[in-house]
């Protein structure tokens, strides 16, 4: 009963208080980490019971085996046979030709500035793989704020160059040191 509540308070009951909507830009199980918490007790729970079946017929040692190969084989089968057609991706490209459509809008050698993942990671995707406009360097705004991405933002990268920023390392290093040391006192 106490597994049941968890599951449907770390599970059902989120669904409904946050009012997700079917179709996310990309999964957001994190949610429901309460409700797999219950989840796996439960294919605990039966593993155990597989294999005190399975000793009725079986000898313990192939009972244990048997138990735990449905367990271990049978949980991976079902995902994959009930959710294949619900994840599959191949056919979405929707972040690509939007990516490729700001690298292709952008004047030879652009500075083009990103704000966060899902803008970034498709034109590093292009640049990298695709090789479309290497000249174009592709700055995360929200990676700045790191003195490891100020001093590579510095150096050039494939046919971009490098930013000018003229604020050398050293301080760069004491201000980003200083800046952490308040945010971790306050």
Request: aromatic fraction near 14%.
């Amino acid at each position: 009963m106490v597994l049941t509540l968890l599951f449907v308070f770390t599970g059902i009951a989120i669904v409904v208080y946050l009012n997700q909507t079917p179709l996310q830009p990309r999964e957001r199980d994190y949610a429901y980490a309460g409700s797999f918490y219950a989840f796996a007790i439960w294919i605990g729970l039966g593993t155990i019971a597989l294999m005190r079946f399975f000793k009725r017929f079986l000898s313990n040692r192939y009972a244990m085996a048997t138990g735990l190969s449905f367990a271990l084989l049978g949980g991976p089968i079902i995902l994959a046979h009930q959710n294949w057609d619900d994840h599959n991706r191949s056919e979405k490209s929707l972040a690509r030709d939007v990516a490729r459509n700001y690298l292709e809008t952008c004047a030879p050698n652009a500075i083009l500035f990103t704000y966060g993942d899902h803008d970034t990671f498709p034109l590093w995707y292009l640049q990298e793989v695709e090789g479309v406009r290497p000249d174009v360097r592709i700055v995360v705004l929200s990676y700045l704020t790191g003195d490891w991405y100020m001093q590579q933002a510095k150096k050039a990268t494939y046919k971009a160059a490098g930013l000018p920023i003229a604020i050398p390392a050293e301080k760069t290093k004491r201000v980003f040191v200083i800046i952490s040391l308040l945010w971790i006192d306050s």
